[in-house]
């Protein structure tokens, strides 16, 4: 009887470790997916801010000849602060591509809008290294409108 106690438990002696290793795997890959998913979702909050500075700052400028100037200036002061693989992120730059137009309001013909996109490349320039296994978007694109005044 006490043999077979002793065979159980050096049998089971390992089976913990195996466990553990396959609780471990999966649990690593979920906790970094809801990193790289954070600082993704970070990345996407400042670049909509960015488009939504670029277009009331080319609302407000009272000259017409430097509204759309003044709109891809604020969106790259507003993508300034923002460092990915050691470089700041400008329009033009080959991740970051800025369109700002002037034209006829969608809602109201009668009054100009100024309209800032905006398209990262997220898939070619993560913020940080991503999981394999953690669906990331391709593109983060947005678009703010503004009415001129």
Do not use: W
């Amino acid at each position: 009887m006490l043999l077979r106690a002793r065979a159980r438990r050096r049998t089971d002696r390992g089976a913990a470790a195996v466990e553990f290793a396959l609780v471990l795997l999966p649990l690593i890959v979920i906790v970094f997916g809801i990193i790289d998913y954070g600082f993704m979702l970070s990345f996407r909050q400042q670049v909509s801010q960015a488009a939504d500075e670029g277009a009331r700052a080319g609302a407000v400028e009272i000259d017409s000849t430097k509204q759309l100037t003044d709109a891809s200036a604020a969106v790259n002061s507003a993508m300034s602060a923002l460092k990915v693989s050691g470089s700041t992120v400008q329009c033009g730059d080959g991740r970051l591509t800025c369109t700002v137009t002037k034209g006829a309001c969608a809602n109201d013909s009668s009054h100009q809008c100024i309209t800032v996109k905006l398209d990262y490349a997220y898939s070619a320039n993560p913020v940080i290294p991503t999981m394999p296994l953690v669906p990331m978007p391709g593109h983060l694109i947005y678009t703010a409108v503004a009415r001129v005044n």
